[in-house]
Every structure is written in C-alpha cells, then in structure tokens.
T-cell receptor
Framework: AQSVTQPDIHITVSEGASLELRCNYS??????LFWYVQSPGQGLQLLLK??????LVQGIKGFEAEFKRSQSSFNLRKPSVHWSDAAEYFC???????????FGDGTTLTVKP | ETGVTQTPRHLVMGMTNKKSLKCEQH?????MYWYKQSAKKPLELMFV???????ENNSVPSRFSPECPNSSHLFLHLHTLQPEDSALYLC?????????????FGPGTRLTVL
C-alpha cells in the first residue's frame, strides 16, 4: 500500500530564515510526487511536482524540492521564508497506474517576525 | 471565471436537512473529485469521476450522493448527515485520472452539521 508521511506536524521559523519540510513516501516503484500549500479557508494550490528526470525541481513562490530515491524522500525547501508563507503544506503522491492520490497529514508553518 | 469554483463557501445544516454542494471547473478537464478534509486528519478522497462516469467510491456512506451531469459540473447531495460529517469539502479537477495529471482544487465548502 502506498503512504505519505510528513513527520513534522508544526514548524516555526523566523522570517528570512531557511525552511525545510520533510516528506517520506512508501511505494514499490518511483511515484509521482507533489507539494501543495493551503492558506486558511482556501483550497490546495500546487507548489511543484516531480515525475522523472532532474531530482531537484523548482516551483512557484521560490520553493524547490529534491527527490531522493535512496531515502524515499521529497523534502521541500525555501532559502528565505516570508511572512506570507505561513500556511499548511501537504505532500502527496500518485502511483504510476491508477493515479490515485495519497496525501500526507500536512505540516503547519508559522513564521515569526 | 477561471479555475475551480465551489458554492456555497459555508453551509450550516441540521441532521434532517437535505442540501447540495456544487463544484464547477472552467479548465476543460475530464476528471473531477470530491475530498473531505477534517481537522487533524489527512485529506480523504471520496469520489472520482472521469468523463462523467464514477470511477471511484472510497467506501463513502450513502448519505453522501454525488452527481456529475457533465465534465464541468460536480454535485454532492447531502441528507441525514451526522455531526462528524462537519468538515471542509474540497472539489478538484484534472485533465484525466493518470498519475501525472495535476489536480486543481477549489476553495472548499465549510460544512457544519448541527
């Protein structure tokens, strides 16, 4: 069975500091991986996705993520966090067959001034 | 209007009421989805429609009844709900249901069942 784990429920960083949100997946093959962001009262917005090729992918709003097959991870990073980045972040995967999505529990990001 | 829209944005209903949630996508996609997002729980896939046909029902109770009259519209009919059904209901669409098809989400309907 496929699964996605986001080990950190809540992370607090200072504005201007770097950020890394962790995501681990469990799947028998290479999955398709996504990061979404959800602001309060809003739906999910796609930040970036990885299907194949270069393992470092760039997304919107200055985010990037790196796929590491050996660690079954797809961690999200940003070099300098802005107050507007405060939100909930979801890692998700789809399998290569049916396309059924599995989401992690989410990580809530708080940004300190 | 662009993207995925959902109405109403907020809904309060009693357990004996019947109401419907509406989702509309303006992206020309073929697949549409209903998700339930409860506090402190992961996003739960409820239903998937592809070319108006239901392709997935994730063991959802019959008090939730989806309807997809065309590829642009998706409804979720609600009746005899329970307080534990209170949640944010998200609609999404994608070009198709393949693994590489990115899902685009609406803003959700915040449902409260009294």
């Amino acid at each position: 069975a496929q699964s996605v784990t986001q080990p950190d429920i809540h992370i607090t960083v200072s504005e201007g500091a770097s950020l890394e949100l962790r995501c681990n997946y469990s799947y028998g093959a290479t999955p398709y991986l996504f990061w979404y962001v959800q602001s309060p009262g809003q739906g999910l917005q796609l930040l970036l996705k990885y299907f194949s090729g270069d393992t470092l992918v760039q997304g919107i709003k200055g985010f990037e993520a790196e796929f590491k097959r050996s660690q079954s991870s797809f961690n999200l990073r940003k070099p300098s966090v802005h107050w507007s980045d405060a939100a909930e972040y979801f890692c998700a995967m789809t399998n290569t067959n049916a396309g059924k999505s599995t989401f992690g529990d989410g990580t809530t990001l708080t940004v300190k001034p | 209007e662009t993207g995925v829209t959902q109405t109403p944005r907020h809904l309060v209903m009693g357990m004996t009421n019947k109401k419907s949630l509406k989702c509309e996508q303006h992206l020309g996609h073929n697949a549409m989805y209903w998700y339930k997002q409860s506090a402190k729980k992961p996003l739960e896939l409820m239903f998937v429609y592809n070319f108006k046909e239901q392709t997935e029902n994730n063991s959802v109770p019959s008090r939730f009844s989806p309807e997809c009259p065309n590829s642009s519209h998706l409804f979720l009919h609600l009746h005899t709900l329970q307080p534990e059904d209170s949640a944010l209901y998200l609609c999404a669409s994608s070009q198709n249901t393949g693994g590489t098809d990115t899902q685009y989400f609406g803003p959700g309907t915040r449902l409260t069942v009294l």
